[in-house]
């Protein structure tokens, strides 16, 4: 039974990988996420910073 | 998968002496007494694994339950330990508790990767059961029983990453709407249009306009650049200008200000109302928030009750007969209620917070041109004036926020704190007319009112385009994250679908293995959705008849609804445990009746044989029908017992404390020592003294187990004596071992005389060859009466080889 269910783990991990190989979503954007999920610091203050961080920087946008 | 090799305790829980559990990687079947201090095993298993034991932590203890860890009679400054081995020896470790400085510290052994990994791992995983848990999931609401499976697959991650995501998104909305950005782009275009009397929408065609503007004053400048506008405005400007151009930036500052005032004020109009409208739904049922205060009552009551040695079935507080079942589940409908209340608390102190950000929103603006050192030029005395007004009414909506739900006051009404528009329309007013007098003063200078259109289009212009990045900037972070949470929201759904359809299924073929034929069919876990969110699960069944019914605890009995549990804790162990291949069950069947006790041990061996488990009970008659399944099943069978000077402790198979003994030897370790070689002697001489009918005084059941050495041996010598058994008679052993300093008497159990190691070595010597002299070698069995050869007149062992005379 073990092979058919997955863990919370496995579930967050298969799809911030999805979420890595869209190129549809705004790269940046979702670049922060995936690294704050990987360095295990995805918390809404975390994330918060980073986007703010990012609208900050001076060419943020400019390659979208 | 990791099996366990022994478990050493000392000063944790019941335990206060070494409690050493050698297990080899066996299973292990564990007899004790209430309060013999069995349980103390789960604890530290817990404490070792997860770091806390959750039965243990309250308010007065601490959410780890470390305070209730140390064995009670331990000082201060002595350390207590649990050492683990493994199958695998690079996870051995030892953890060990001290007071340091006042409050107590736990540390590990092992800090290699390799363990720290492992243990990491192991924290996921389901390793203890206790009689008070099986019913928890069971009869737990609709949202626990989401809760808590999500603890279990560490679901609960998944969960606070949705509410990251769904947090940070909402967060986003609201600071785009807040921002107006197209309320500021509007404005500014406005300016444009004044100043130029056209709309501009490139840089391209801004450079057109101002290029056309300036050519009748020759500057000798190509405006190829906006930045080229710079130096344009340098040449143009005069020495004198600098201070109408200040005023001129500050008064264009104070229009932009109140652009998106009018709109932040309507948001906190109607946030105020939403803030109320909660506010006064709490007060006007303020008994409903006095229920409150029950809260810990009916938690204490529902802990109660799940303890197993509570089993009358009658309600503690009021004394009403009533089954313990249903009262259980009246007093878990009540929490819930509560939870009701708190949750109504909660949208409160959210809509407060959000209350408290809008008035800062609505603020900062005006604030800062409070803070501009041109606020205190008397030219602008009647701005500040009005500005501060409008502050000043603002703030006013932090006094309702003040007021506490307890005082049942009635807060303001939404009319009464409204903002009067004057200040804004007298503001507005004022800034148009003072530009419209500055630009009429330019007419009369061309290069001067140039300088001024110019200025002021270039900033507004300027404007426009960092607004509309920065609202792309959010619009795009915004919608990104909008796709990412949908697709999360599915990806959750689909996870949690598959999950339950494999777990019901697990749990459903463990419960039929338990109640065959009970007509208890096809168990579901159910996901239930609220806003197209998942909300909770319930668990569904087919009852007789009757299809998809539920709740469990209206239909199946206390000891059914443990088989559930059961079910449910054995599915996640089989699911999730990856790491490890053993559990401790503490006492589990508590409330099972005669039947299901059995078929809950032919599950165990059958289904889950190749686990290593360690089974706890305090039930006699089903501990030995247990000890009769698993005695062919290679389980350890053990008894913990407990008395005053030891704490908890453990009569260990001879067989193991020898080899512990040996082990001590060989590793010149002499802790204990003395006391485990002659507990090894007693043991011998029990067996030998029931092979020889050697009498003893007599003494009543539990007494009779503490029969000491030293009584033993004076007695079977002068059996050896009385059957005139001279080869034994002549052995000087038995002498050797009555004056040794080991035996004695009953107060030099346990003694703490400090003796060398070179002293203990050697009685363990002399109890080694006492052994040889009473059990075979060959056969290992001790010469015993049921081999008594009456023509040779000889005692002797099952092969016969060793004997001696003995006279009947």
């Given at each position: 039974?073990?092979?058919e269910?997955?863990?919370?783990?496995?579930?967050?991990?298969?799809?911030?990988?999805?979420?890595?190989?869209?190129?549809?979503?705004?790269?940046?954007?979702?670049?922060a996420?995936?690294d704050?999920?990987?360095?295990?610091?995805?918390?809404?203050?975390?994330?918060?910073?980073?986007?703010?961080?990012?609208?900050?920087?001076?060419?943020?946008?400019k390659?979208? | 998968m990791?099996?366990?090799?022994?478990?050493?305790?000392?000063?944790l829980?019941?335990?206060?002496?070494?409690?050493?559990?050698?297990?080899?990687?066996?299973?292990?079947?564990?007899?004790?007494?209430?309060?013999?201090?069995?349980s103390?095993?789960?604890?530290?298993?817990?404490?070792?694994?997860?770091?806390?034991?959750?039965?243990?932590?309250?308010?007065?203890?601490?959410?780890?339950?470390?305070?209730?860890?140390?064995?009670?009679?331990?000082?201060?400054?002595?350390?207590?330990?649990?050492?683990?081995?493994?199958?695998?020896?690079?996870?051995?470790?030892?953890?060990?508790?001290?007071?340091?400085?006042g409050?107590?510290?736990?540390?590990?052994?092992?800090?290699?990767?390799?363990?720290?990994?492992?243990?990491?791992?192991?924290?996921?995983?389901?390793?203890?059961?206790?009689?008070?848990?099986?019913?928890?999931?069971?009869?737990?609401?609709?949202?626990?029983?989401?809760?808590?499976?999500?603890?279990?697959?560490?679901?609960s991650?998944?969960?606070?990453?949705?509410?990251?995501?769904?947090?940070v998104?909402?967060?986003?909305?609201?600071?785009i709407?807040?921002?107006?950005?197209d309320?500021?782009?509007?404005?500014?275009?406005s300016?444009i249009?004044?100043?130029?009397?056209?709309?501009?929408?490139t840089?391209?065609?801004?450079?057109?306009?101002?290029?056309?503007?300036?050519?009748?004053?020759?500057?000798?400048?190509?405006?190829?650049?906006?930045?080229?506008?710079?130096?344009?405005?340098?040449?143009?400007?005069?020495?004198?200008?600098?201070?109408?151009?200040?005023?001129?930036?500050?008064?264009?500052?104070?229009?932009?200000?109140?652009?998106?005032?009018?709109?932040?004020?309507?948001?906190?109009?109607?946030?105020?109302?939403?803030?109320?409208?909660?506010?006064?739904?709490?007060?006007?049922?303020?008994?409903?928030?006095?229920?409150?205060?029950?809260?810990?009552?009916l938690?204490?009551a529902?802990?109660?009750?799940?303890?197993?040695?509570?089993?009358?079935?009658?309600?503690p507080?009021?004394?009403?007969d009533?089954?313990?079942?249903?009262?259980?589940?009246?007093?878990?409908?009540?929490?819930?209620?509560?939870?009701?209340?708190?949750?109504?608390?909660?949208?409160l102190?959210?809509?407060?917070?959000?209350?408290?950000?809008?008035?800062?929103?609505?603020?900062?603006?005006?604030?800062?041109?409070?803070?501009?050192?041109?606020i205190?030029?008397?030219?602008?005395?009647?701005?500040?004036?009005?500005?501060?007004?409008?502050?000043?009414?603002?703030?006013?909506?932090?006094?309702?926020?003040?007021?506490?739900?307890?005082?049942?006051?009635?807060?303001?009404?939404?009319?009464?704190?409204?903002?009067?528009?004057?200040?804004?329309?007298i503001?507005?007013?004022?800034?148009?007319?003072?530009?419209?007098?500055?630009?009429?003063?330019?007419k009369?200078?061309?290069?001067?009112?140039?300088?001024?259109?110019i200025?002021?289009?270039?900033?507004?212009?300027?404007q426009?385009?960092?607004?509309?990045?920065?609202?792309a900037?959010?619009?795009?972070?915004r919608?990104?994250?909008?796709?990412?949470?949908?697709?999360?929201?599915?990806?959750?759904?689909?996870?949690l679908e598959?999950?339950?359809?494999?777990?019901?299924?697990?749990i459903?073929?463990?419960?039929?293995?338990?109640?065959?034929?009970?007509?208890?069919?096809?168990?579901k876990?159910?996901?239930?959705?609220?806003?197209?969110?998942?909300?909770?699960?319930?668990?569904?069944?087919?009852?007789?008849?009757?299809?998809?019914v539920?709740?469990?605890?209206?239909?199946?009995?206390?000891?059914?609804?443990?088989?559930?549990?059961?079910?449910?804790?054995?599915?996640?162990?089989?699911a999730?445990?990856?790491?490890?291949k053993?559990?401790?069950?503490?006492?589990?069947?508590?409330?099972?009746?005669?039947s299901?006790r059995?078929?809950?041990?032919?599950?165990?061996?059958e289904?889950y044989?190749?686990?290593?488990?360690?089974?706890?009970?305090?039930?006699?008659?089903?501990?030995?029908?247990?000890?009769?399944?698993?005695r062919?099943?290679?389980?350890?069978?053990?008894?913990?017992?407990?008395?005053?000077?030891?704490?908890?402790?453990?009569?260990?198979?001879?067989?193991?404390?020898?080899?512990?003994?040996?082990?001590?030897?060989?590793?010149?370790?002499?802790?204990?020592?003395g006391?485990?070689?002659r507990?090894?002697?007693?043991?011998?001489?029990?067996?030998?003294?029931?092979?020889?009918?050697?009498?003893?005084?007599?003494?009543?059941?539990?007494m009779?187990?503490?029969?000491?050495?030293?009584?033993?041996?004076?007695?079977?010598?002068?059996?050896?004596?009385?059957?005139?058994?001279?080869e034994?008679?002549?052995?000087?052993?038995?002498?050797?071992?009555?004056?040794?300093?080991?035996?004695?008497?009953?107060?030099?159990?346990?003694?703490?005389?400090?003796?060398?190691?070179?002293?203990?070595?050697?009685?363990?010597?002399?109890?080694?060859?006492?052994?040889?002299?009473?059990?075979?070698?060959?056969?290992?069995?001790?010469?015993?009466?049921?081999?008594?050869?009456?023509?040779?007149?000889?005692?002797?062992c099952?092969?016969r080889?060793?004997?001696?005379?003995?006279?009947?």
């Open positions: 039974m073990s092979t269910i997955k863990s919370g783990k496995e579930i967050l991990d298969e799809f911030f990988e999805e979420v890595k190989d869209d190129d549809k979503l705004e790269k940046n954007t979702a670049g996420i995936i704050l999920y990987n360095s295990g610091k995805l918390t809404d203050r975390n994330l918060t910073n980073a986007l703010s961080d990012l609208r900050d920087k001076k060419d943020y946008g390659t979208e | 990791v099996k366990l090799n022994s478990i050493g305790v000392k000063g829980r019941g335990v206060r002496n070494d409690l050493f559990i050698g297990l080899n990687k066996r299973s292990a079947l564990i007899y004790g007494d209430n309060g013999s201090g069995k103390s095993i789960a604890d530290v298993f817990d404490w070792f694994f997860y770091d806390r034991i959750d039965h243990l932590a309250d308010e007065e203890i601490g959410r780890k339950g470390y305070e209730a860890l140390r064995n009670v009679f331990l000082k201060d400054d002595e350390t207590a330990s649990l050492s683990m081995e493994f199958g695998n020896p690079m996870f051995d470790s030892e953890k060990t508790i001290e007071i340091k400085e409050s107590l510290k736990a540390s590990l052994s092992n800090d290699s990767i390799e363990f720290t990994e492992y243990l990491t791992k192991s924290k996921e995983e389901n390793l203890t059961l206790r009689y008070k848990e099986l019913v928890t999931f069971v009869l737990s609401s609709k949202t626990d029983k989401l809760r808590a499976l999500s603890e279990i697959i560490g679901y991650k998944v969960t606070e990453t949705r509410d990251v995501l769904r947090v998104y909402n967060r986003l909305s609201k600071e709407k807040t921002k107006g950005f309320n500021l782009i509007n404005h500014q275009q300016q249009i004044e100043q130029f009397e056209q709309n501009v929408t840089s391209e065609q801004f450079i057109e306009v101002v290029t056309e503007m300036v050519k009748p004053f020759n500057l000798g400048v190509e405006i190829e650049a906006l930045k080229d506008i710079n130096e344009v405005l340098k040449k143009i400007k005069k020495p004198d200008d600098s201070k109408i151009v200040k005023q001129e930036a500050f008064v264009l500052k104070i229009e932009e200000s109140l652009v998106n005032l009018p709109t932040n004020l309507g948001e906190l109009e109607s946030q105020y109302k939403d803030y109320k409208a909660k506010f006064d739904a709490i007060v006007s049922d303020i008994e409903k928030l006095k229920k409150l205060t029950i809260d810990k009552l938690t204490s529902k802990e109660l009750l799940l303890e197993e040695s509570y089993t009358e079935n009658t309600c507080l009021c004394e009403q009533k089954d313990k079942i249903t009262l259980l589940s009246e007093i878990k409908a009540r929490i819930i209620e509560l939870e009701e209340i708190k949750k109504e608390q909660k949208e102190t959210d809509a407060s917070t959000s209350l408290q950000q809008q008035i800062r929103n609505t603020i900062s603006p005006l604030q800062s041109l409070l803070d501009d050192k041109l205190g030029e008397k030219e602008n005395e009647n701005y500040k004036t009005n500005i501060e007004t409008l502050v000043t009414a603002i703030k006013k909506y932090k006094e309702p926020m003040k007021v506490k739900v307890a005082s049942e006051s009635k807060l303001d009404d939404e009319t009464e704190l409204l903002v009067v528009k004057k200040p804004i329309t503001l507005k007013s004022e800034c148009k007319s003072q530009l419209r007098a500055i630009k009429i003063s330019r009369k200078d061309p290069k001067w009112e140039a300088y001024g259109k200025s002021t289009s270039s900033h507004a212009y300027a426009i385009i960092r607004m509309r990045k920065e609202k900037s959010y619009e795009n972070q919608d990104t994250l909008e796709a990412i949470y949908r697709r999360f929201l599915k990806k959750q759904k689909e996870a598959a999950f339950l359809d494999a777990f019901s299924g697990k459903d073929e463990i419960y039929q293995f338990l109640n065959p034929d009970e007509k208890v069919e096809n168990i876990l159910i996901p239930i959705e609220k806003n197209n969110e998942l909300s909770g699960i319930t668990i569904q069944f087919d009852f007789l008849d009757n299809k998809d539920t709740p469990p605890h209206k239909f199946l009995s206390e000891s059914h609804i443990n088989c559930l549990g059961l079910s449910f804790f054995l599915t996640s162990v089989e999730f445990n990856k790491e490890n053993f559990m401790v069950l503490d006492d589990v069947i508590s409330s099972f009746d005669a299901h059995k078929r809950f041990a032919d599950l165990l061996i289904k044989g190749d686990y290593q488990i360690i089974l706890l009970t305090h039930e006699k008659t089903w501990f030995d029908i247990v000890k009769n399944l698993v062919s099943k290679n389980w350890q069978i053990k008894t913990v017992k407990h008395n005053e000077t030891k704490g908890t402790y453990m009569d260990e198979s001879p067989q193991i404390l020898k080899e512990r003994i040996e082990q001590k030897i060989a590793t010149s370790d002499e802790s204990n020592l006391n485990d070689a507990k090894y002697l007693e043991h011998q001489l029990k067996h030998i003294a029931l092979n020889l009918e050697v009498k003893v005084t007599y003494r009543h059941n539990d009779n187990e503490d029969r000491m050495a030293f009584e033993l041996l004076t007695e079977l010598k002068g059996t050896i004596n009385k059957r005139k058994s001279t034994l008679q002549g052995e000087p052993i038995i002498d050797r071992l009555l004056g040794s300093l080991f035996i004695g008497n009953k107060d030099s159990h346990d003694s703490t005389t400090e003796l060398e190691f070179s002293d203990m070595k050697a009685f363990w010597n002399d109890v080694m060859e006492f052994e040889k002299l009473f059990f075979c070698e060959a056969c290992g069995t001790p010469v015993s009466l049921r081999y008594y050869d009456e023509g040779a007149k000889q005692i002797s099952k092969k080889e060793l004997h001696y005379i003995w006279k009947k």
